[in-house]
């Protein structure tokens, strides 16, 4: 008889599986799960050395699977950079004294000071470059905006790159100028962004990453996160992974979607034939990413009408956001992709960027026709009737950034007014069309916390009671397929994870509460008991 080394009794089991949606009790055995059933009947698989986990009644879902979000520099942020998020900074005078109290840490003059999630709108605006300069006191000084695209960098920053006011802009980014003076405000837009984030990362030792990720990893598997796809992995995050693999250390199955944004590597995994799918259950090469569009909160992301509200000194007239690659090249690039066995994933957030990200994928489908393709447009925010016609034709993979709609939906409200509200993330009529929509949390840009998101999915609003438009809502439990089974099959891994069946992963989060049942109200309130990845607890409340 075989005999379970883990058996979980007296839950309320919710598996995500339509062949049997609840159970009592389950039983695994080297990480996977052999049954489920009454708990009379999974009893009989114990044997002397069987582990019991006699839960009262708990609920127990599968274990979250993060479709995107960026682990990798996640883990160097969230530990050697300083967080100015508003909850730690909420107004100007607090970012300044945090950047000065930073300035007189230890560090000599030439070493940088790195910081990240500044949230312009509730921290009360960019600060300008003379009081950056004043609270850093000579030392080079760059800001990441919480969206990823924009940041901020002082005087002694840009001397270290070697950029003036007569630098001309990088190929699809800016540096900001004072539009009277022409001098540089400080705020640097996209690629021009990235010049700095690469210096700084450059100088990032692998030990950081896999130190950082061992940390990081532990928090969210405290979140019932059970499985990441890790977007736009570059090398640093591809070797940590691999040392950590080989070490034993992942408390976290990893998914890695290779980066497009870093010259060569995605042609790199072409030349050696590697394909999607290649790796094991703890870590996977699932696709390939490029990111053409850019951010909504920010303001540059490509819609089709113009930004509403209070521009940003230096933004451009009549500013309806950017696209950071040329058509031709991006299908150019999505073909050879396609054709090598790699899954493609390509951001569009407005409905412009949406449309780039849909004429690069439908050229690659015209060159090499596949049916079950499973290529993402990811973070496919503004979903408008005509796109979602090309998305459904297309059979593409809406890869909704769900994690938006709690940290930024004011943001969105604000740049794009509360009409357009009625086509962003618009998961009532995904669904209801057949359309396979994943959520993600694009962590760190937002906070790493699903059920924060699925209270947002459900409730339609934002983290300050703002409405998104009530008119999309789902139910608690259509939310929890997205964070489970959908990511799972968006990286054509669900069957082996995503739900609770029998030859699965034993991968699973025990909660405080039955999240499918309680007040839509309550459901950010979710807190999550006991974390089990490969049947091993890797987090206990």
Same mark, same amino acid.
């Given at each position: 008889?075989?005999?379970?080394?883990?058996?979980?009794?007296?839950?309320?089991?919710?598996?995500?599986?339509?062949?049997?949606?609840?159970?009592?009790?389950?039983?695994?055995?080297?990480?996977?799960?052999?049954?489920?059933?009454?708990?009379?009947?999974?009893?009989?698989?114990?044997?002397?050395?069987?582990?019991?986990?006699?839960?009262?009644?708990?609920?127990?879902?599968?274990?979250?699977?993060?479709?995107?979000?960026?682990?990798?520099?996640?883990?160097?942020?969230?530990?050697?950079?300083?967080?100015?998020?508003?909850?730690?900074?909420?107004?100007?005078?607090?970012?300044?004294?945090?950047?000065?109290?930073?300035?007189?840490?230890?560090?000599?003059?030439?070493?940088?000071?790195?910081?990240?999630?500044?949230?312009?709108?509730?921290?009360?605006? #960019?600060?300008?470059?003379?009081?950056?300069?004043?609270?850093?006191?000579? *030392?080079?000084?760059?800001?990441?905006?919480?969206?990823?695209?924009?940041?901020?960098?002082?005087?002694?920053?840009?001397?270290?790159?070697?950029?003036?006011?007569?630098?001309?802009?990088?190929?699809?980014?800016?540096?900001?100028?004072?539009?009277?003076?022409?001098?540089?405000?400080?705020?640097?837009?996209?690629?021009?962004?990235?010049?700095?984030?690469?210096?700084?990362?450059?100088?990032?030792?692998?030990?950081?990453?896999?130190?950082?990720?061992?940390?990081?990893?532990?928090?969210?598997?405290?979140?019932?996160?059970?499985?990441?796809?890790?977007?736009?992995?570059?090398?640093?995050?591809?070797?940590?992974?691999?040392?950590?693999?080989?070490?034993?250390? &992942?408390?976290?199955?990893?998914?890695?979607?290779?980066?497009?944004?870093?010259?060569?590597?995605?042609?790199?995994?072409?030349?050696?034939?590697?394909?999607?799918?290649?790796?094991?259950?703890?870590?996977?090469?699932?696709?390939?990413?490029?990111?053409?569009?850019?951010?909504?909160?920010?303001?540059?992301?490509?819609?089709?009408?113009?930004?509403?509200?209070?521009?940003?000194?230096?933004?451009?007239?009549?500013?309806?956001?950017?696209?950071?690659?040329?058509?031709?090249?991006?299908?150019?690039?999505?073909?050879?992709?396609?054709?090598?066995?790699?899954?493609?994933?390509?951001?569009?957030?407005?409905?412009?960027?949406?449309?780039?990200?849909?004429?690069?994928?439908?050229?690659?489908?015209?060159?090499?026709?596949?049916?079950?393709?499973?290529?993402?447009?990811?973070?496919?925010?503004?979903?408008?009737?005509?796109?979602?016609?090309?998305?459904?034709?297309?059979?593409?993979?809406?890869?909704?950034?769900?994690?938006?709609? #709690?940290?930024?939906?004011?943001?969105?409200?604000?740049?794009?007014?509360?009409?357009?509200?009625?086509?962003?993330?618009?998961?009532?009529?995904?669904?209801?069309?057949?359309?396979?929509?994943?959520?993600?949390?694009?962590?760190?840009?937002?906070?790493?916390?699903?059920?924060?998101?699925?209270?947002?999915?459900?409730?339609?609003?934002?983290?300050?009671?703002?409405?998104?438009?009530?008119?999309?809502?789902?139910?608690?439990?259509?939310?929890?397929?997205?964070?489970?089974?959908?990511?799972?099959?968006?990286?054509?891994?669900?069957?082996?994870?995503?739900?609770?069946?029998?030859?699965?992963?034993?991968?699973?989060?025990? &909660?405080?509460?039955?999240?499918?049942?309680?007040?839509?109200?309550?459901? *950010?309130?979710?807190?999550?008991?006991?974390?089990?990845?490969?049947?091993?607890?890797?987090?206990?409340?």
């Amino acid at each position: 008889m075989t005999v379970a080394d883990l058996i979980v009794s007296n839950a309320n089991i919710v598996t995500m599986d339509e062949n049997r949606p609840r159970a009592q009790a389950l039983a695994a055995l080297g990480g996977r799960i052999l049954a489920l059933g009454p708990d009379a009947e999974i009893a009989g698989l114990a044997g002397p050395g069987t582990r019991r986990l006699d839960l009262g009644g708990r609920t127990v879902i599968p274990g979250i699977v993060d479709s995107h979000c960026h682990p990798d520099t996640a883990a160097v942020r969230s530990r050697l950079w300083i967080d100015l998020s508003p909850e730690s900074t909420p107004d100007r005078a607090s970012v300044l004294a945090r950047l000065r109290q930073a300035a007189g840490e230890t560090g000599s003059t030439g070493e940088w000071i790195a910081a990240c999630r500044l949230n312009d709108l509730k921290s009360g605006g #960019y600060p300008t470059l003379a009081e950056l300069d004043e609270a850093t006191g000579g *030392r080079p000084l760059f800001i990441l905006r919480t969206d990823g695209h924009i940041g901020l960098a002082n005087s002694a920053a840009f001397a270290a790159l070697g950029i003036d006011r007569t630098t001309p802009d990088p190929e699809f980014g800016c540096f900001d100028h004072h539009p009277e003076t022409g001098e540089l405000t400080g705020v640097v837009r996209e690629t021009a962004a990235h010049l700095f984030i690469n210096r700084i990362l450059d100088e990032t030792p692998l030990e950081a990453y896999v130190s950082g990720l061992r940390g990081l990893f532990g928090e969210w598997n405290a979140l019932g996160i059970t499985s990441v796809y890790n977007s736009l992995t570059a090398r640093p995050g591809i070797a940590a992974y691999q040392l950590m693999r080989a070490k034993a250390l &992942l408390t976290m199955r990893v998914g890695i979607i290779v980066s497009g944004r870093e010259p060569g590597l995605v042609e790199s995994f072409i030349d050696a034939g590697i394909r999607s799918g290649f790796g094991d259950d703890w870590l996977r090469v699932i696709g390939v990413e490029w990111c053409p569009d850019c951010s909504t909160s920010g303001r540059t992301a490509a819609y089709y009408e113009p930004y509403i509200g209070t521009p940003v000194p230096g933004e451009p007239a009549d500013n309806r956001g950017m696209l950071l690659y040329e058509a031709d090249d991006m299908k150019r690039r999505a073909i050879a992709a396609h054709k090598a066995g790699l899954q493609v994933m390509i951001e569009g957030v407005g409905d412009r960027g949406i449309d780039f990200a849909l004429d690069a994928i439908e050229a690659a489908l015209q060159a090499h026709p596949a049916d079950d393709h499973r290529m993402r447009v990811e973070h496919c925010c503004y979903v408008t009737p005509r796109q979602l016609a090309r998305i459904k034709a297309l059979g593409v993979i809406d890869s909704s950034a769900t994690g938006f709609m #709690y940290d930024l939906g004011d943001a969105y409200i604000a740049n794009r007014g509360r009409d357009a509200m009625r086509y962003m993330w618009p998961h009532r009529t995904l669904i209801d069309e057949g359309v396979i929509a994943p959520g993600h949390s694009d962590a760190l840009v937002c906070r790493a916390d699903p059920f924060a998101a699925m209270w947002s999915m459900v409730n339609r609003l934002s983290d300050t009671g703002q409405s998104l438009d009530a008119r999309e809502a789902i139910t608690a439990e259509e939310a929890l397929k997205a964070y489970t089974l959908l990511g799972a099959w968006s990286g054509r891994e669900e069957t082996v994870k995503g739900s609770l069946a029998p030859g699965k992963c034993a991968d699973m989060a025990v &909660l405080d509460r039955d999240m499918l049942s309680i007040p839509a109200e309550e459901i *950010r309130e979710t807190r999550v008991d006991m974390t089990i990845v490969d049947g091993q607890v890797v987090h206990e409340r």
